[in-house]
């Protein structure tokens, strides 16, 4: 099930990346892979993953028809594994197929021998001049350098919005410099947090439906009312089946209605990470364009989350098109300025690499302006 339909291609590069000197082979994943796969997955990122993760992630991805995962082997163990997300995406008038790298692995015992590098010039090499426009990720600041040498550039910043009920949820440890910080942050989040006054934003009279799972009829119509110019990941029901169906979180469809008619949506999912830290996002908003009758809608909502979720210890959105005024009215607080800032490991940046498309161009926008970019938690591995 697993195996991809490229197979007589899947075989040459088999058979090519073989020759290797020193015993690594780079090639399709298969489905005698999986075990091996989850195992370096709990290796390296610490975290269980089951075959129903994997399957909906990378089987059921409704855009490709094969496995989008390459796999490292030496010895018969599963060692690396470069596996990608598929997104049609729209830019203007145009529709075009792109990849994400996600989850990439490298077994700690088996690092600093060019095995990122070998993995991510193989995908490169087996997509360019296939259905693939181009590449597209977030790395931090320690895998970002392996990816300009590949080619990409650097379009911008990532920024996310937290709202904190728990600050020492935002650290890694409570011991020295970071507990110092602890002491000074705490009370900064926390007075951040008090300054939440919804009523600026005037949020009027809204029904509001709630909804157990993903209610893909609603947020897809929501999405065609107002679809950004910008390059984004185009929202329709199958995207909204697939997308949001992670076994790993709680899914709840919210919707603000205006005389039974929906005006807002926002997917909302929850999950308690390995640490014990509950976590909820504010996964998708549509429309994804800005207006006064979607912000008055919006802000009801956000009371009705905040509300509901008042037990999560974070709640997070990205920045996506909602006006940073608005997000830290709702006491919101921005990852990229203090105090998060000052306590955040990671410098995440939207990257791309064009393979299949016109002067870095996609339905004319240019995919090197950051400007050119809508950017939600569906447009980002998240999950």
């Not at 470069?82 to 197929?97: D, K």
């Not at 992670?246 to 990470?273: H, K, L």
């Amino acid at each position: 099930m697993y195996e991809t339909t490229e197979s007589s291609v899947r075989d040459a590069m088999s058979a090519l990346n073989r020759t290797a000197g020193d015993g690594y082979a780079v090639r399709w994943f298969e489905e005698s892979d999986l075990s091996g796969f989850l195992s370096l997955d709990n290796a390296v990122f610490q975290r269980h993953r089951n075959d129903r993760w994997f399957r909906w992630k990378f089987v059921d991805n409704p855009y490709v028809d094969h496995v989008p995962v390459f796999v490292v082997e030496k010895d018969e163990e599963i060692v690396g594994a470069r596996p990608f997300l598929a997104f049609r995406m729209r830019a203007g008038s145009e529709t075009v197929l792109a990849l994400q790298p996600a989850d990439t692995m490298v077994h700690p015992e088996h690092r600093r021998r060019g095995l990122f590098t070998r993995m991510t010039q193989h995908a490169i090499d087996h997509y360019r001049n296939g259905d693939p426009a181009f590449f597209f990720n977030f790395p931090n600041q320690r895998s970002r350098p392996g990816y300009l040498k590949l080619g990409w550039q650097i379009v911008g910043e990532r920024e996310t919005y937290y709202r904190i009920h728990n600050p020492s949820a935002m650290f890694e440890s409570e011991q020295g410099v970071r507990s110092r910080l602890l002491d000074l942050t705490a009370p900064l989040t926390t007075g951040l947090q008090g300054m939440y006054r919804s009523r600026a934003y005037g949020s009027g009279s809204y029904s509001i439906i709630r909804q157990p799972g993903v209610n893909e009829s609603i947020l897809a119509e929501l999405y065609r009312t107002n679809p950004p110019d910008a390059v984004h990941a185009l929202r329709d029901e199958t995207f909204y089946r697939w997308r949001f169906a992670s076994p790993a979180w709680e899914q709840t469809t919210y919707v603000a209605a205006r005389n039974d008619e929906p005006v807002v949506g926002i997917v909302v999912r929850t999950r308690t990470t390995s640490n014990g830290v509950t976590v909820t996002q504010l996964a998708d908003i549509v429309p994804l364009v800005r207006s006064n009758a979607r912000n008055r809608a919006l802000s009801r909502l956000f009371e009705c989350i905040i509300e509901d979720h008042a037990d999560s210890d974070l709640l997070s959105v990205a920045k996506g098109a909602i006006p940073h005024e608005f997000l830290i009215a709702f006491g919101f607080i921005s990852d990229t300025t203090p105090p998060l800032s000052w306590v955040s490991n990671f410098d995440c940046r939207l990257v791309a690499l064009p393979l299949n498309c016109d002067d870095w161009s996609v339905g004319g926008k240019r995919l090197s302006q950051r400007s050119n970019w809508y950017v939600g938690f569906a447009e980002r591995d998240t999950a």
